[in-house]
């Protein structure tokens, strides 16, 4: 998972590249249709992969401030 992450990632920047590219030198539409593409994939297939990849096997209450947590961090246990 981590490598096809760090494979799609580098995809996603060079595509946001080649766009940029595109956009200024070849075709201004052809351009922002690239980008904003590119854009939309980051946001809605690789942020929620990339999100699941770090929270799997995590427990939400090891990081919000509770009674107990804040008793561990003042050492009163």
């Given at each position: 998972?981590?490598?096809?992450?760090?494979?799609?990632?580098?995809?996603?920047?060079?595509?946001?590249?080649?766009?940029?590219?595109h956009?200024?030198?070849?075709?201004?539409?052809?351009?922002?249709?690239i980008?904003?593409f590119?854009?939309?994939?980051?946001a809605?297939?690789?942020?929620?992969?990339?999100?699941?990849h770090?929270?799997?096997?995590?427990?939400?209450?090891?990081?919000?401030?509770?009674?107990e947590?804040?008793?561990?961090?003042?050492?009163?246990e």
């Open positions: 998972m981590k490598l096809f992450l760090n494979v799609f990632f580098l995809l996603l920047l060079s595509s946001l590249a080649y766009g940029i590219y956009r200024s030198q070849l075709n201004f539409e052809i351009g922002e249709r980008i904003g590119t854009v939309l994939c980051g809605f297939i690789f942020m929620p992969l990339f999100l699941y770090r929270w799997k096997g995590k427990q939400l209450k090891d990081y919000t401030l509770s009674e947590n804040l008793k561990k961090m003042r050492g009163e």
